[in-house]
């Protein structure tokens, strides 16, 4: 079945410094790919979104690119800071899938002081 | 815009009890999803309601179900509560439920069954 797998599980980076987090996906028809961030006792967020006519997407300290060839899309954060600190989810749009979205299994990040 | 809202945020309840959770969509989002939250497990989709009828529905058994009423409003129930169902139950809303559309999460509701 579709599939949708995130990595690193856990990442811990120095206040300042940037954080990256990667995410393949395996259905070819995937076109729109939301990013979710949770805070402790929190939904998810979106933060960012891109969809597949865009390569890279960038809000302020915040980035995704997309590379539908090989299907894989990452999240940059540049300049952590310390309330970046939650679970990043990645999502791809899901055509098969009853939620019509199919998520990673999130990355746990640590922004260190 | 008011976000997605769901109440009660925190519930306890036993073995055997049933549970009903509420959610309010944004305004003029007419799918809800719901999902349940589990260390293990990720995000799992329960099932998705649309103009009062459920449309597409996750892998659970029968004792979760849901409904949604006339004004997007949806409730999920659960009927004799497990252990295992404790979880941060999230709802999400969009204004179809198109495969390209953003979901929008509220903030769940935390159940824990003793």
């Known amino acids: 079945g579709e599939n949708v797998e995130q990595h690193p599980s856990t990442l811990s980076v120095q206040e300042g410094d940037s954080a990256v987090i990667k995410c393949t996906y395996s259905?070819?028809?995937?076109?729109?790919f939301p990013w979710y961030k949770q805070e402790l006792g929190k939904g998810p967020q979106l933060i960012i979104d891109?969809?597949?006519?865009?390569g890279e997407k960038k809000d302020q300290r915040i980035a995704v690119t997309l590379n539908k060839t090989a299907k894989h899309f990452s999240l940059h954060i540049t300049e952590t800071q310390p309330e970046d600190s939650a679970v990043y989810f990645c999502a791809a749009s899901g055509y098969s899938s009853a939620s019509k979205i199919i998520f990673g299994s999130g990355t746990r990040l640590s922004i260190r002081p | 815009k008011a976000g997605v809202t769901q109440t009660p945020r925190y519930l306890i309840k036993t073995r055997g009890q049933q549970v009903t959770l509420s959610c309010s969509p944004i305004s003029g989002h007419r799918s809800v999803s719901w999902y349940q939250q589990t260390p293990g497990q990720g995000l799992q989709f329960l099932f998705e309601?649309?103009?009062?009828?459920?449309?597409n529905k996750g892998n659970f058994p029968g004792r979760f179900s849901g409904r949604q009423f006339s004004n997007s409003r949806s409730e999920m129930n659960v009927s004799t509560l497990e252990l295992g169902d404790s979880a941060l139950y999230l709802c999400?809303?969009?204004?179809?439920?198109?495969?390209?559309?953003?979901?929008?999460f509220g903030p769940g509701t935390r159940l824990l069954v003793l």
């Open positions: 259905d070819s028809a995937s076109n729109y």
């Open positions: 309601y649309f103009s009062e009828t459920q449309r």
């Open positions: 891109i969809r597949s006519n865009v």
């Open positions: 999400a809303s969009s204004t179809r439920g198109a495969v390209e559309e953003t979901q929008y």
